[in-house]
């Protein structure tokens, strides 16, 4: 049976070339980077081309990549880091109802020791508006949080919005871009976006899991949250995982042209999208300007668990939401205001570089057989 897997916003396929970089350093470049002898030395030079690769991906500079063990701990350095190093200066955080959990859990233990957290809400799209940016960012606020792509609807955040409410208010704000589902599959720039702090992580970008890294801008101070040695700047100290690093790195470098990407993703977007809505009562979740590699829809018809049983019987492998969720109902599309029934019945198709046009048909051809066998919502 040939495997369709369309789940790339839960974790890819590690490439080749990123797990011979990781076996590489585990067999023979196998010293720690802290130490002095060869071994150690030719480890913290492919620590360096990693930080590298990272840091040019994003028009960053090296010194200002710390790396984690992956988006989640990035996310949660990054919120309590800035939120308690600039707790005297003010008492709000602004964030959406639609970040990814360990945002959202992050801001809610945060409002637990006595910040004032503001969830905007989306639209029926998953669209944060500019105004409700505008209006929640004041002289108080300390952190601004926003993802840049949201990982089960697709919907793109206004981040330029964000930027310019901080300087407008003239907030003591920092900025933090969540961009674990833009990188690689759009172009990323710390400059452009204009933040203090940014998330990326290997899993997402076909490189192992348990790896991810987080822009720190240069002369932003933000406090750790572990302490130890002095790795990493003693933000994140603790002897670097350097095969997942290496691997990190390799993955990076091997991105292909993104805007050429970028381009063939719109087509299978938009041509999953035609071909799905020829199916009686499919709605489509995803605004019409997601980013083109998240394409969620409603069947109205078969629940979600049952339809992704019957889709993966047929080898065909895609999700609910987010993989973090474990099953439990989305609070993205909760936030929406999406009917009980379109949120029972979402599934979530996510495309990476390989995905094909007979990919899709294949797809359709499934949601629709698995319709006319179980749909009885």
């Known amino acids: ?144 949080s926003l993802m840049l792509v949201n990982n089960e609807v697709g919907s793109v955040l206004p981040l330029s919005a964000a930027r310019a409410a901080i300087k407008r208010s003239n907030a003591p704000a920092l900025l933090h871009c969540d961009a674990v589902q833009a990188f690689g599959k759009m172009p990323v720039s710390v400059k452009s976006i204009g933040c203090d702090l940014l998330t990326v992580t290997g899993h997402k970008v076909h490189a192992p899991k348990g790896v991810g890294a987080l822009f720190v801008k240069k002369g932003v101070r933000i406090l750790p949250r572990q302490f130890g040695g002095e790795q990493e700047k003693r933000i994140r100290p603790g002897t670097e995982s350097t095969p997942l690093i290496a691997a990190f790195g390799q993955a990076v470098a091997d991105f292909p042209d993104l805007d050429a990407s970028l381009d063939n993703a719109r087509k299978l977007w938009q041509y999953a999208k035609e071909r799905l809505l020829t199916i009686d009562k499919l709605t489509i979740n995803s605004p019409d300007d997601a980013l083109p590699y998240i394409l969620n829809f409603s069947t109205n018809s078969l629940r979600s668990e049952i339809m992704l049983h019957h889709l993966a019987a047929m080898g065909i492998y895609c999700s609910s939401g987010s993989a973090c969720a474990k099953g439990e109902p989305s609070h993205v599309l909760k936030a929406m205001k999406l009917s009980r029934t379109a949120a029972d019945t979402a599934i979530r198709v996510s495309f990476d570089y390989a995905t094909t046009f007979e990919d899709i048909d294949l797809l359709v051809e499934a949601v629709k057989d698995g319709i006319a066998k179980r749909g009885k919502y």
Do not use: W
């Not at 989306?122 to 300390?142: F, H, K, L, W, Y």
């Open 1 to 144: 049976m040939r495997e369709i897997y369309l789940d790339n916003s839960a974790t890819t396929k590690v490439s080749d070339s990123a797990a011979a970089k990781a076996v590489g350093m585990m067999k023979e470049c196998y010293g720690n980077p802290s130490s002095l002898h060869t071994l150690g030395i030719l480890a913290e030079r492919e620590v360096g081309a990693a930080r590298a690769a990272v840091a040019g991906a994003i028009s960053a500079s090296s010194e200002e990549i710390i790396f984690t063990s992956g988006g989640t701990e990035a996310n949660n350095l990054a919120l309590f880091g800035s939120a308690e190093a600039r707790r005297r200066r003010g008492s709000r955080i602004v964030t959406s109802a639609i970040e990814h959990s360990s945002v959202l859990e992050s801001a809610k233990q945060l409002e637990n020791s006595g910040f004032e957290v503001v969830f905007l809400q989306p639209d029926r799209n998953g669209n944060i508006a500019e105004e409700q940016i505008a209006a929640a960012v004041d002289e108080r606020t300390v952190l601004v």
